[in-house]
């Protein structure tokens, strides 16, 4: 839904208060210079103006007779704006009958009173506009406690594979294991600093990545066939959802390297074309992972897709190829965003 700020939503609701008066006085103008100064009773009991007093009575029991504290005086305005009625009615049924029927002025008076509820039901509407961005506000809050739900759900994923690597470093007494705990340790400072917020600076969440490669690099390697590529990075900083592009990274590793270390690879590709970002992530695939590609998406994917739908929803598109070697993830991001206010550099 697009959001509406409030001062939009007051123009709104400005413009149609002055159509509906303007109807309102049009009508009873057009009528005056038809009827006056001829046919004084006739202008008085015609439909413009019986209009023009139902609207004024709807606007004042709107704006004023509800709004009263004492029910005294509540009870005392409404029984005022009934004999404004009542009197229409009466000067009406003078002027069609040349006497008083009661029936009629009955009848007429209930015609006028339901007018009069009519028009305070439009303007009641009218004003429940602000209904519209107090909904909106709700539904922006309940899909941000989804997407913090969904970013939540990443990082003991994250966490469990980053100690497992550690452990394993610690068994073989790795002499980068010092290495290691130090660049995990910017992550999750990362983690902890960062990703509460709205959205951060693109260098901090490719910083993030890289952080991340350099640790894999530990584990298998400096000779491990790990590649990442970043262009187009202009003077004008970027901002996007923290915790978004290591999904795809995570799980080329995850389906690559870890599933079989010889002749594995992970090209990882990013490039920044105006507000468009592209981030394509490519692995290897082997033979035996074949039978489970129906079931390769699993949570991490599943979960981005969620966090897309929910923070791009017209302006993000993920593609998922696969060869019977490779495996190739393209996501598609429109960053066009300003800087959030509640970010500190």
Known sequence: MFPLSHRAIKTVKVILHVIFI?????????????????????????????NFVCAVIAYLLYYFVLKLNSNVKKVGSAIILISILLLFALLKVYRIHHTIVHEHVFEYFTSFLGQSLLFYLLIFTINRFELL???QKLERELNQAKEQLLRNQLHPHFLFNAFNSLYS????????????????SGMMRYLTDETHLDKVPLRKELDF?????????????????????????????KWIEPFLL????????????????????????LHISGNELFFIVENSLF?????????????GLENLKKRLALLYPNSSGIKIMHTPTTYITNLKLN????IPSDYHR
């Open 246 to 269: 290591i999904t795809l990274v995570e799980n080329a590793f995850k389906h690559g390297f870890y599933t079989n270390i010889k002749d594995a690879f992970v090209k990882i590709n």
């Open 22 to 50: 303007s109807i309102i006085g049009f009508d009873l103008v057009n009528r005056a210079f038809s009827s006056l100064p001829n046919d004084w009773i006739f202008f008085f009991t015609s439909g413009a103006v019986e």
């Open 169 to 184: 470093l610690s068994l073989k007494n790795h002499p980068d294991t010092p290495d290691y705990i130090l660049k995990l």
């Open 287 to 299: 033979n035996k992972q074949h039978f489970q590609e129906q079931n390769r998406e699993g949570k």
């Open 133 to 135: 961005r107090k909904y």
């Open 209 to 237: 990545i890289e952080k991340y490669i350099a640790i894999e690099k530990i584990r298998f390697g400096e000779d491990a066939r790990i590649q990442l590529h970043v262009e187009g990075f202009g003077h004008n900083e």
């Open 335 to 338: 960053l066009n965003e300003p």
